[in-house]
């Protein structure tokens, strides 16, 4: 399989090649600090190949010191982007920069102790097609 993606300025484009293993919704605080939001949604392409087809010169990449936590992202318009994990030989796409529909659905929560505590029964909340104001 592969998958394409790029950013949201449109300077960066790439593509994964490989087969996903998993899709997790990771709560830790380390993803709850890169999205700014109540967890990170993540592919993880095992053995997979991770080419630049443009934009490599605006992507960056930080790593937590002393974790094996790292991200990717445009240095443009800050959009997250995938990221090779050597030490795990798997690379890592944030769903949200890939282009087009996808038919994989999330098989877990991961890091769940660290859920944001207002991340609970937001099924129950009030849905808008578009900003309401």
């Known amino acids: 399989m592969s998958y394409n ?21 990771c709560h830790c605080r380390y993803c709850q600090k890169d ?5 990170a949604a993540n592919l993880f392409v095992p053995q997979g ?8 010169d605006f992507v960056r990449t930080f790593c ?12 443009q318009c800050g959009s997250a982007l ?6 795990d030989d798997v690379i890592v796409i944030p769903a949200g920069s890939l282009d087009g529909e996808f038919a994989i659905r999330p098989n877990a929560h991961l890091f769940s102790a660290s859920r944001a505590p207002w991340d609970y029964n937001l099924e129950e909340l009030r849905v808008f097609d578009q900003l309401p104001l």
Do not use: D, M
């Not at 593509?15 to 996903?20: F, R």
């Not at 999205?35 to 967890?39: E, Q, R």
């Open 5 to 25: 993606g790029s950013c949201q300025c449109g300077e960066v484009h790439y593509k994964v090649e490989g087969t996903v293993t998993g899709f997790f919704l």
């Open 35 to 39: 999205t700014g939001s109540a967890h």
């Open 49 to 56: 190949k991770l080419s630049w087809e443009s934009g490599f």
């Open 64 to 75: 937590v010191p002393n974790t094996r936590h790292q991200k990717s992202f445009c240095i």
């Open 82 to 87: 995938p990221n090779e994990q050597s030490k």
